[in-house]
């Protein structure tokens, strides 16, 4: 099936600092989602992209839909230890409609007070 | 608003057992989905309605598992026999008509002893 690569897998870091993560895939697709997932929780969306070159924030996290529309980024500025969590980048499968979403295998985020 | 609502939360069972997920949708969501979380292969949708109709179920991973929306309201899915491979944390999700923004209840977690 589809495949969403996230990386990096994991990421350690200081409080403060800032994050980036990115997405890709080998199909184009047209609308990128970015959910956070706390532990024990279920995902919840943080920003949907749906034109290519897009940048949206949503507070302290930026996203991007790259213009090659097979990938996407996302960062968060000056971390905070709330910010823990795993990220996921998802889209709707190319295959399928557009309600059928294909998700990345996340990036688990850690930060260090 | 309540969102989506699980139920287990937690459930250890024997092998062979039959278990029983709960899955109340957001009010006027239209689709409903059933996704399976492992550390191994991430977040995989099962099966997903459409105004209470089953639209895809080619995730299912065997027919010891069956899924059914009765109502609008109310979901389940089912798994006869449990084996071990069978844990993870399984999610229910609703969203409306173009399902881009998908709602996740907290996720039931189980566990095949």
């Known amino acids: 099936g589809q495949q969403l690569n996230q990386s990096p897998q994991s990421m350690f870091i200081q409080e403060g600092e800032d994050v980036s993560m990115n997405c890709t895939s080998s199909?184009?697709?047209?609308?990128w989602l970015w959910y956070k997932q706390d532990p024990g929780e279920g995902p919840v969306l943080l920003i949907a992209?749906?034109?290519?070159?897009e940048l949206t924030s949503n507070g302290r996290l930026t996203a991007q839909f790259g213009i090659t529309r097979k990938d996407s980024f996302l960062n968060i500025s000056a971390s905070i230890p709330s910010d823990v969590g795993i990220y996921f980048c998802?889209?709707?499968?190319?295959?399928?409609?557009?309600?059928?979403?294909?998700f990345g295998k996340g990036t688990k985020l850690t930060v260090n007070p | 608003d309540a969102g989506v609502i699980q139920s287990p939360r937690h459930e250890v069972t024997e092998m062979g057992q039959e278990v029983t997920l709960r899955c109340k949708p957001i009010?006027?969501?239209?689709?409903l989905f059933w996704y399976r979380q492992t550390m191994m292969r991430g977040l995989e949708l099962l099966i997903y309605?459409?105004?209470?109709?089953?639209?895809?179920d080619s995730g299912m991973p065997e027919d010891r598992f069956s899924a059914k929306m009765p109502n609008a309201s109310f979901s389940t899915l089912k798994i006869q026999p449990s084996e071990p491979r069978d844990s993870a944390v399984y999610f229910c999700?609703?969203?409306?008509?173009?399902?881009?923004?998908?709602?996740f209840g907290e996720g039931s977690w189980l566990t095949v002893v």
């Open positions: 992209l749906y034109k290519a070159g």
């Open positions: 009010s006027g969501h239209d689709y």
């Open positions: 998802a889209g709707p499968a190319p295959q399928g409609g557009s309600e059928k979403l294909v």
């Open positions: 309605f459409n105004n209470n109709v089953p639209i895809d």
């Open positions: 999700a609703s969203s409306f008509t173009n399902g881009n923004t998908i709602y």
């Open positions: 199909s184009i697709f047209n609308t």
